[in-house]
């Protein structure tokens, strides 16, 4: 006879009791099943906001150190870019459960509170790896420096581009010598430009691409032209708004006169999309690079068009950080030094996705200058357009959060250049009065100013 | 208040064969029509999950694949998240429904069959605490949790979840209904409230504690807002908050998308089709407590 | 939202009753120390995650405190009168209105149609349920994904069922009719299941009699069912109002996690954890929950007040 089997309640029973003593066993250890199951020597958490061609170069880049320094064990984690992303990496600082390493806009890094959210940066342990001040382009490592001290360790500069088709220009005869598009100097110039290019695109595609309804490219567009005819937002010493409306009202006419003189559509197209089925130009971050790349477009890309003088583009920059860590040292703090160090050192691939790199050598390594577009869009980083240095401000700060919406409202035309241009004033008085969350002592603002 | 027992989600009538009258031909031909609509997104979100990434945004949009694969399947195995996830879910889900059961059915009883000074105070306070959810005062629920350090932790997913007010008045309710002369023949054979509640009425209280248990495990599987505001760790992340917001390197990937969230869906799915009884009994009874 | 949440059954608040008059000799044998021990676990959990963060709420309310948790300052009533004086909270609130003005009624419809539905097809009535319920099992955010993906312009199912190419996420006019079309489906199975139980909770007899009586579907629907779920529908209604208001999941998944189209789709909650955990004013955004909380408090509240009313007027 064989044995008895169990009955299907014992057997539930087992698997019930089993489910909830392990569940409980997790909980009290408190470690997630794959930290248990790690076994490297050290272990860099990583965390970063790069997703599409970014996410791909990034992947490379790591896996090329994980070969090149294989006792380092990286554990890299991809957040949902923007705010969300802010606020977790925040919060883990805020809560002493930050990742070794993170990654950063350069201009956030007046409101993460260095000293407080973040960590410095050991000059010396980075020297040891290899990256030297003297590499950098000064206007970025000034402004990553905060009371004395590193906090933010430059990777790339990106900027917004005006990507053009060299097909449809070149037949809309808007191609000066070389075959890059010829310079503009000036609102009725750079429409006549729209018009004739029109002539050029076929059917019923738009001829522009300007994420119109789009908020965070609405004001960094706005930002970039703003700042062409000379207008800023707050005072130098960040007690006063000094924001111009009249230039202001400018700026957004100019922008709305796209969608109004039909060269945009307002909502809901993806104008990447219609770039590459044969729109004459598209606004775009540099990012766009290499799907245009790989689309096997005959294509450029210059800096936005200078039509209000001098030259603006938005620009904005990648950089490392130490999420603050009460115990910050030892070995995975010195991992997170040498896996910075080497991506910074390594950026060819990561110019590849459009990105300017910060480490000065490379901009000379002849792999870079063959890139292309790259080369032609380098100027952009003598020409940046940055958000003012506070709290607030910084890539999809609250800043961005508040004033982008109102730029695109004005865009797709539910509100009206001047008064949007008052609202956008409100906004940054409204911001100024706020007191910096994040501040108190060991916080100095001051020293971000560039 | 209803008298829950009276709930019979599965009515089966034992009686002549049903006949095809007009009306019940008209009312089937809609019902197949409206569960058509009901399950078209599960369908179109297989169909794209087993196709392969261009395929899936390919124009014009079709719903079969035309080559079928499981790249995406295993593309969210071999990237390991997906495996934490599941695991972080079952710890949360099944350790608060555990805890919930156990101490509910403690406070229900408590409140229904105990008397002890300020009772009553108590259990209008509890029933004011209803109104409080992490939606409601998320922020200052999460300062609480951070002022005890639990942040990214476990237990800063659990405990908070374990205090729901209105499990504790179901249970109440409940017990109240239960005869008292069962537990006082007990009481004078000489045993003590802890052994009456142990051996007599809990045995009794099986269907409500499982319609608690399992609301509180489906509440507790599908929770995304307290979870995603006191993780950041991706590591430590449930199913729900991971999908959200754990990024692809590769940008959305769609058959990726979709073959996660059945991983995170399914389960539930699987089990409502073979327990479907107990389920449906067991959210009809918490909802209908309310009445 | 969370639809199975446990602020579901706010509206269970009601007068306690005077139990227990009857089992004096029990309490008084054996009740008073063991009874508190029995409630013991539940109060100290209560208590810890209830209480002190209501409590907690309070006192911050009144505070410029940051997310940090360090040097805070009393500020007396400067967050009220900011928030009361911030268009972004009565904007916030009004989408969260406007969402539960959408929802409520077409949900409240559909599952009693679809319980009535269920209720009278007399084959594979297991199907129906499957159907109607299974996607409330989803979680939130794998919900909002799969809508995100059906509703996408270019290539997602909706445009090419219906032939349209309507931007249904980027637009601001149909930007939150696409979240309502989203919690109808995913949580419309829940009231469905309370009507379920509901319709099958009436007595058989009834309709019997009606039917010698000479009465035909529609009068039985009219004079019998339609009363009969009067209470049932209450509740729904209730229940379908506090989890709108409390909209937050669908919406900022839909929108990855942005305010919408014009800010069209910021709910009040993703309001309050803006100010919370972005803008890191723990403080204001207290505020503003407290005063959240004051609303959902006056809906439950209302719905008491209503059913006493009723009691009174069928004495």
Redesign the interface.
């Known amino acids: 006879m064989p044995p008895p089997l169990p009955s299907r309640r014992t057997v539930l029973g087992g698997l019930g009791t089993l489910a909830v003593a392990g569940s409980f066993g997790l909980a009290a250890a408190n470690r997630s099943a794959s930290a248990i199951a790690s076994d490297a020597d050290v272990r860099v958490r990583y965390w970063n906001l790069f997703s599409g061609g970014d996410g791909v170069n990034m992947i490379a880049m790591l896996n090329a150190f994980r070969r090149a320094d294989p006792r380092v064990d990286v554990k890299d984690s991809t957040l ?1 870019w ?3 992303y ?2 977790k990496l ?2 883990a600082a ?1 809560g002493n459960r930050a990742p070794d390493l993170a990654v950063m806009h350069l201009g956030r890094i007046p409101g993460f ?1 260095p000293g ?2 973040l960590d410095p940066w050991d000059v010396g342990l980075l020297g040891k790896c290899g990256v030297r001040e003297a590499d950098f382009n000064p206007v970025l490592w000034k402004r990553a420096v905060v009371d004395g001290k590193l906090y933010g360790l430059p990777l790339d500069i990106h900027a917004q581009l005006c990507f053009y088709r060299r097909d449809v220009c070149g037949k809309a005869g808007l191609l000066g010598d070389g075959g890059n598009l010829a310079a503009v100097s000036s609102p009725e110039e750079w429409f006549k430009a729209l018009k004739t290019a029109k002539k050029a695109v076929k059917g019923n595609l738009q001829v522009l691409g300007m994420k119109a ?1 789009e ?1 965070n490219f609405s004001w960094w567009f706005f930002l970039s032209f703003y700042t062409q005819l000379g207008g800023t937002c707050l005072s130098a010493d960040g007690q006063d708004v000094t924001f111009d409306t009249d230039k202001a009202t400018r700026v957004l006419e100019f922008l709305r006169q796209h969608v109004t003189d039909g060269y945009t559509a307002p ?4 104008d990447g ?1 219609m770039f590459l089925n044969g729109s004459a130009f598209t606004w775009e971050g540099n990012w766009s690079v290499p799907v245009f790349n790989d689309a096997k477009l005959d294509y450029g890309a210059t800096e936005l068009p200078p039509v209000f003088g001098r030259p603006a583009t938005h620009a904005e920059s990648h950089c490392f950080v130490l999420p603050h860590q009460a115990a910050r040292g030892g070995a995975a703090n010195e991992g997170a030094h040498r896996l910075a160090a080497y991506i910074v050192r390594n950026a060819l691939a990561w110019s590849q996705g459009g990105h300017i790199p910060a480490y000065a050598p490379t901009l000379e390594d002849k792999d870079y200058l063959a890139l292309k577009p790259q080369a032609e869009y380098v100027s952009a980083m003598d020409h940046m357009a940055v958000e003012p240095s506070a709290w ?1 401000a910084g890539s999809t700060g ?1 800043l961005a ?1 508040r004033i982008g ?1 109102a730029v ?2 004005s865009n ?1 035309g ?1 509100a009206r250049p001047d008064a949007t241009a008052r609202r956008m004033k409100d906004v940054l008085e409204k911001l100024l009065t ?2 910096n ?2 501040a ?1 002592e060991a916080i100095v603002e001051e020293g971000a100013a560039t | 208040m ?1 008298a829950v027992s ?6 089966r009538r034992r009686g002549p064969r ?1 006949k095809w009258t007009p009306g ?1 031909i008209v ?2 031909a ?2 197949v029509l ?2 058509g609509v ?5 369908v ?2 297989v169909f ?1 999950s087993l196709k392969s990434e261009t395929e ?6 079709h ?1 079969v694949p035309q080559e079928w694969t499981i790249q995406a399947w295993q593309a969210i195995f071999e990237t390991g998240n997906i495996t934490n996830w599941f695991v972080n879910s079952v710890v949360v889900s099944v350790c608060v429904t555990f ?1 919930v059961v ?3 059915a ?2 229900g ?9 300020g ?2 105070a ?12 992490p ?13 005890m350090g639990v942040v990214d932790t476990y237990w800063g997913m659990i ?2 979840q ?9 249970l109440y309710k409940f017990f ?1 209904g239960i005869p ?1 002369e069962l ?2 023949a007990a ?1 004078i054979d000489g045993a ?3 052994r009456v ?1 142990f051996t007599i009425v809990l045995p009794l209280s099986r269907p409500p504690l499982a319609a608690v248990g399992i ?1 509180t495990f ?2 507790s ?5 307290w979870p995603y ?1 006191v993780t950041n760790n991706p590591d430590l992340m449930t ?3 991971g ?2 917001t754990v990024m692809n390197s590769y940008g959305i990937q ?1 058959a990726q ?2 073959a996660g ?1 059945l991983v ?2 399914l389960p ?2 699987i089990v ?2 073979f327990f ?1 009884r107990q389920i ?2 067991g ?2 009874h ?6 | ?2 639809a ?11 007068p ?1 009753p ?3 008059a009857d ?1 004096a000799r ?2 008084l ?11 013991a ?3 100290a ?2 208590a ?7 409590g ?2 309070l006192w ?1 309310s009144f505070t ?8 805070e300052r009393f500020v007396g009533l400067d967050n009220y009168r900011e928030a009361l004086d911030d268009p972004l909270m009565w904007d916030s609130l009004g989408h969260s209105a406007y969402f539960t003005f959408l929802v409520v009624p077409c949900i409240v419809l559909l599952a009693f149609v ?1 319980a009535v ?2 209720h ?4 594979a ?11 409330f ?6 919900a ?4 995100q ?2 509703f996408n ?5 909706i445009n ?1 069922v219906f032939g349209l190419e ?2 249904w996420l ?3 006019s149909t930007a939150m009719i696409a979240i309502v079309i989203t919690t109808l ?1 995913w949580t419309v199975g ?1 009231s469905f ?2 009507f ?3 319709l ?2 009436i007595p058989r007899h009834l309709y019997e009699a009606a039917a010698l009586d000479g009465a035909n579907a529609w009068h039985r629907m009219v004079h019998i069912t339609l009363p009969m779920l009067r ?2 529908t209450g ?1 729904v209604v ?2 379908q109002i506090l989890a709108s208001l ?1 909209v ?2 669908q919406a900022v ?1 839909m929108q ?4 919408g ?3 069209s789709t910021r709910t009040f ?1 993703q309001f ?11 403080g204001y ?2 505020a503003i ?1 407290i005063i ?2 004051l609303i ?2 006056v809906v ?1 509240l209302g719905r008491m007040w209503l059913l006493r009313k009723r009691e009174e007027g069928a004495r």
Request: glycine residues 8%; positive net charge.
């Open positions: 949902q923007g705010n969300p802010y606020t925040a919060m805020s509170a407080r959210l309804s908020p909502v809901g197209i993806a999309e607030f609250l959060q919406p695109a409202s797709v539910s706020m007191k969350p994040m108190g | 209803t009276q709930i019979s989600p599965r009515v049903k019940q009312l089937t809609i019902g409206v569960s009901f399950t078209a997104p599960f179109w979100a794209t899936a945004v390919a124009v014009p949009t719903w805890v156990l101490v509910g403690l406070a009883y408590g409140f229904a069959r105990t008397g002890f000074r009772k009553n108590l259990l209008g306070l509890v029933m004011a605490g209803l109104m409080v959810s939606a409601v005062l998320g922020v200052p629920l999460f300062t609480t949790v951070q002022s405990l908070p374990c205090a729901p007010a209105a499990m504790v008045y179901i109240q008292k537990e006082e009481f003590g409230r802890w509640f609301f489906i509440a599987w599908n929770n995304f807002l505001m199913m729900p908050n999908i959200a769609w998308l979709m969230g995170a869906g539930l799915i409502f089709v479907q449906v009994s959210v009809a918490t909802g209908l407590a309310g009445q | 939202m969370s199975v949440d446990t602020t579901l059954t706010p509206a269970v608040v009601r306690v005077a139990v227990y089992s029990v309490r044998a054996r009740g008073f120390q063991h009874g508190g021990w029995f409630v676990p539940f109060l959990l209560f810890l995650f209830v209480l002190l963060p209501i907690r709420g911050l410029d405190a940051n997310i940090s948790g360090v040097g679809l539905l269920a009278h097809i007399e084959r009535k297991w199907l129906w349920r499957l159907c109607f319920f299974a996607p099992l989803l979680p939130s955010t794998v909002a994904n799969l809508w993906w059906l312009p270019g290539t997602g199912m090419h309507t931007p980027t637009q601001k489906w829940f299941l309370l379920l139980a509901a099958q909770n209470n049932i509740l209730t229940l409390q937050f999941d998944v990855d996690f942005g305010p189209p014009e800010e909650v309050t954890l803006e100010e919370g955990f972005t803008a890191y004013r723990v955004a207290s929950s959240f909380f959902i408090a439950a």
